[in-house]
């Protein structure tokens, strides 16, 4: 990895090395008048604020060259947030409260009131409850719909905060492409364009997306459960996956053996909340991912999961 922080000295050194050494020849020239100097003292002044402002750019362009995905611990639910090279983001999911708002502002910086795009991946008041709040707080340029349809009043909440939002906002179906012009790609693998969704039978339609950046990808399927998983594959999952987010946060009838032996995820993800009402995450389905995984993490027991990658080497950061 290059040391960016050396690189970044050496840009500002540089720059302000041959600032002052033209400022030097220029003073054995000139034995000059007073308001001379006070101008090369100004000059040298300006000199010194551009070599710093021109070093910290560089130097925010080069750290900002990775991808980052976070599962974000918030309890019993998915909120995940991935943010690009460019500086652009995409928040999946919101969790079930308002404690996004304080995970969101560890992950991102504090100016940053925008999210450019944003996917609730099926209506379940775990996935949703929380979208409801970044929406009043951020600017969110593009919102990803599914076709679930509830008839809980926190559905019919989000879909005025979303009318409100004003932004563009788009249904999801397997074949689209979110593209951020940065090596980053989000490809919708599920559901087909034909498929139509049941009233309340949510989980069904959880929209499903690879995360691509490099040679690593990340898969991400919501609460979509084992007999539709099945359609993934035929839908073109990739195979060898780096990233699973374990579905319906380690469910029993999620994380199937057949999708299992087709992705083969070098880690494994849950998110879920601790001692839930479900038993969340299940056992078999630990033992499923045990088997095909090399590494699972949890929520509950690491706090927010992040994969940090330049799409080459992956490096995990966890909050316990
Ligand atoms: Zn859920």
Not at 69 to 76: A, M
Not at 148 to 159: E, G, H, P, R, Y
């Amino acid at each position: 990895m290059p040391d960016f922080a050396g690189m970044t000295y050496l840009t500002f050194e540089t720059c302000y090395y041959l600032g002052m050494k033209e400022w030097l020849s220029e003073k054995k020239k000139i034995v000059g008048e007073i308001n001379s100097e006070y101008g090369k003292l100004i000059i040298l002044v300006s000199l010194f604020f551009i070599c710093v402002g021109l070093a910290l750019t560089i130097f925010s362009l080069m750290v900002t060259q990775k991808l980052e995905v976070s599962f974000l611990d918030v309890g019993q639910g998915d909120a995940i947030l991935i943010q690009t090279p460019s500086g652009k983001s995409m928040l999946i999911d919101g969790g079930p409260n308002n404690n996004i708002l304080a995970k969101l502002a560890r992950e991102m910086s504090y100016f940053n009131r925008k999210i450019d795009v944003m996917e609730e991946t099926h209506s379940d008041a775990d996935h949703i409850i929380g979208l409801i709040p970044v929406l009043e707080k951020f600017n969110v340029k593009e919102i990803i719909l599914s076709k679930a349809v509830s008839d809980t009043k926190i559905f019919d909440d989000l879909n005025i905060h979303i009318k409100n939002e004003n932004a563009n906002t788009h249904v999801a179906v397997a074949g689209d492409i979110i593209d951020f012009h940065d090596g980053v790609i989000v490809k919708v693998i599920y559901p087909a364009s034909n498929y139509i969704a049941k009233k309340n039978d949510t989980n069904d339609a959880s929209i499903s997306v690879e995360v691509i950046y490099g040679n690593e990808t990340f898969l991400l399927t919501g609460d979509l459960p084992s007999t539709e998983e099945l359609k993934l594959i035929s839908g073109g999952v990739t195979k060898n996956i780096t990233v699973y987010k374990a579905g319906h946060h380690g469910s029993k009838y999620s994380s199937s053996e057949l999708l299992l032996t087709y992705i083969k995820p070098e880690y494994s993800v849950i998110s879920a909340g601790k001692d839930n009402r479900y038993g969340h995450p299940n056992v078999e389905a630990i033992e499923r991912l045990q088997k095909y995984s090399k590494e699972i993490l949890s929520t509950i027991d690491r706090g927010t999961i992040s994969f940090i990658t330049d799409g080459r080497m992956m490096e995990v950061e966890t909050g316990k």
